[in-house]
């Protein structure tokens, strides 16, 4: 591959244009983010840990994915970028701060590259001490997460709520669906300098997308912030995409067990696939939809890597069958209106299924 123009260390944050920002930011607190600033033509939202926000929408006509912000080391990469793209680098928003530049994937999908962010004060938050089987690591001291039982109310129609939300750290990556899975690779690598953790083959042999990391050198990186599944010709609707974001929680398992049923308890919002562990990249997963339709993720404990980690060739039937957890549906990853997600799923067969019969063949 050729020498990148420059490389992006993490990401972000992800933006969107909206309908309905009072609905949106309703969900967005349940989810577990905190607000930074709301009003009636746009919505922010940070994490605990020292981004500005990770999580930004604009009142819009159209229910619409915008774009992903990247944040690189220095100036002089930020104005390799500019220079190649041929756009101008342009100041930030009040929040955010820096300097930026604004791109385009293959697909036409947004990008957005800083420097020189404005940062916020982490907000510490109090970690569950756990025992395992074999290494005992609290003494004289009960578990209890947020209020314990105290979390539990009923409502008035006898149904039992649970109140504590997750606390959501960090953006940690997107996923995409691309109609050509080698360009988009090789253009997030020649432009952005990411480098593949695991190259995705097809049922025909060929690869078809992969999850790519930032090099971050010998500082280690998630095993992935980007996703990229090139989706059959068939699915032309769907190529150019935004699949979902994943969200990195602060507190391990119980913080993404609460958050599950806060969320389901709630009674407001449609639970797309979970709970359960990946193989690749190992997180502990829960994926809920939006108003908008739109997936966001609750994860934690995901691998890490360096830069010298290969790449390895993995099966497609790898990204859907995890280590354990349901079978996910078929309208994982696409982004639907959400009174058309159960005719999507009722439609079309489920997506394990599909990839399977696809990879080893119809089964008797």
């Known amino acids: 591959m050729n020498k990148p123009i420059a490389k992006v260390s993490d990401i972000i944050f992800v933006r969107f244009a909206l309908r309905d920002l009072e609905a949106q930011a309703a969900y967005l607190d349940d989810f577990g983010m905190r607000a930074v600033k709301k009003d009636a033509e746009a919505i922010y939202y940070r994490g605990s840990g020292d981004d500005a926000y990770i999580y930004a929408a604009q009142k ?17 990469e930020l104005e390799a970028l500019a220079a ?23 697909d036409g ?57 997750s606390s959501i750290m960090r953006l940690g990556h997107t996923a995409l669906n691309v109609k050509d899975g080698p360009a988009s690779i090789k253009w997030y690598h020649d432009v952005l300098g990411m480098i593949v953790s695991d190259n995705i083959i097809g049922p025909d042999g060929n690869v078809g997308g992969a999850f790519i990391r930032c090099d971050n050198g ?48 709630s009674g407001k919002y ?33 691998d890490l890597m360096t830069a010298d980690m290969p790449p ?3 099966p497609i039937v790898d990204v859907v069958k995890g280590q354990y957890g349901p079978v996910p549906y078929s309208s994982f990853n696409m982004s639907l209106p959400v009174e058309a997600v159960d005719e999507f799923r ?7 299924e599909m990839i399977v019969s696809a990879v080893e063949g119809p089964k008797g």
Do not use: C
């Open 84 to 106: 190649n793209a041929g756009v101008a680098i342009e100041a930030g928003d009040a929040l955010m701060g820096g300097q930026m530049v604004r791109l385009s994937d293959p």
């Open 346 to 352: 009722d439609s079309i067969p489920g997506l394990t």
């Open 312 to 314: 390895q060739d993995v």
């Open 218 to 265: 010998d500082m280690p990186s998630d095993h992935h912030t980007l996703n990229v599944v090139a989706l059959p010709p068939e699915a032309e609707p769907f190529h150019g995409t935004f699949g979902h974001a994943g969200f990195e929680l602060e507190k391990s398992l119980d913080d993404l067990m609460a958050g599950h049923f806060h969320m389901k308890t």
């Open 109 to 165: 999908m947004g990008i957005e590259v800083y420097h020189g962010v404005n940062k916020s004060a982490a907000i510490d938050e109090n970690v569950p001490v756990l025992n395992s089987g074999k290494h005992k690591n609290r003494v004289n001291e009960t578990q209890r997460f947020g209020g314990g039982a105290d979390e539990w109310s009923m409502d008035g129609e006898g149904n039992m709520q649970y109140a504590l939300p």
């Open 60 to 76: 819009g006509e159209a229910d619409a994915y915008i774009a992903a912000g990247y944040e690189v080391d220095t100036i002089e």
């Open 270 to 302: 449609t639970h797309e696939w979970g709970i359960g562990r990946h193989l690749l990249g190992s997180q502990l997963y829960d994926y809920w939809r939006d108003p908008h339709g739109f997936i966001l993720e609750h994860w934690t404990d995901g």
